[in-house]
């Protein structure tokens, strides 16, 4: 999609449809996508939505290839709040934090990105000023050069890891209608009940209790802190290691 120059195409020539740009279209694409589902999304359902035929949003990509890796790219461009990773006086730490945080938010918000960020080469303009501010903050470590990657893959692939589980929790949460405290709840009752896990049920609820907090998403917040403070804590001994 990128590198074949698709993307700065706006329409084949004459004779477009009325009332229709691609930036319309990715939008639609991501509303849909949020509402139903990956599986659910086609370029039929995709020109239901905007009232216009299947073949009119060909004027604007080849291939629903191409319309998902502008919905990719576009839901990226959320992540406005990026740190700054030329500012010598920041904090390399927090940098990192809230790096990880707002990829954490946006797998969150967004379940369908994860499976697309694993499949395409996820280079959009987007995507890139990203990829770009995670590495000049980690390259701002301290840590060689031969280091920076794997530091890179160990906090963000773990971030992907854990957005996009939680991601799966609150969707598959809404399908049922109850609140996510109401389904952890219950789902808790079940399978303290259940032969099969009962007996690991209740060896965890010590470490449950420890971990501390009151509500579904203050406990995963817990987690996701105190995880994401262990791999800067490892930076932080490998930088000192040398």
Not at 22 to 49: C, N, P, Q
Not at 201 to 210: F, G, P, V
Request: hydrophobic share 40%; no cysteine; aromatic share 8%.
């Amino acid at each position: 999609m990128w590198l074949e120059g698709k993307a700065r195409r706006r329409g084949r020539g004459g004779g477009q449809p009325s009332g229709l740009d691609r930036d319309r279209i990715t939008e639609t694409t991501v509303r849909l996508l949020d509402a139903e589902g990956l599986a659910k999304f086609s370029m039929r359902r995709l020109a239901a939505e905007l009232n216009v035929t299947a073949m009119s949003v060909y004027w604007y990509v080849d291939t629903k290839d191409d319309l998902l890796e502008l919905a990719l790219d576009a839901a990226f461009g959320e992540l406005t709040a990026l740190p700054d990773p030329t500012d010598e006086d920041a904090d390399w730490r927090e940098q990192l934090r809230a790096l990880a945080t707002e990829y954490r938010g946006l797998l969150v918000r967004h379940p369908w990105l994860s499976p697309l960020a694993g499949h395409y080469l996820n280079i959009g303009p987007n995507s890139l000023v990203f990829s770009r501010t995670v590495q000049q903050v980690v390259i701002r470590t301290g840590l060689p050069a031969r280091g920076i990657t794997g530091a890179i893959s160990a906090v963000f692939q773990f971030v992907y890891g854990y957005g996009t589980i939680e991601g799966h929790f609150f969707a598959r949460v809404a399908d049922t209608g109850l609140t996510p405290d109401e389904y952890f709840h219950q789902a808790m009752t079940a399978t303290a009940g259940a032969p099969q896990t009962a007996e690991i049920i209740e060896e965890s609820k010590t470490l449950m209790a420890a971990r501390g907090g009151d509500t579904v998403e203050e406990m995963m917040s817990r987690d996701f802190t105190f995880a994401l403070d262990l791999l800067i804590a490892g930076i932080e001994a490998m930088v000192k290691r040398g």
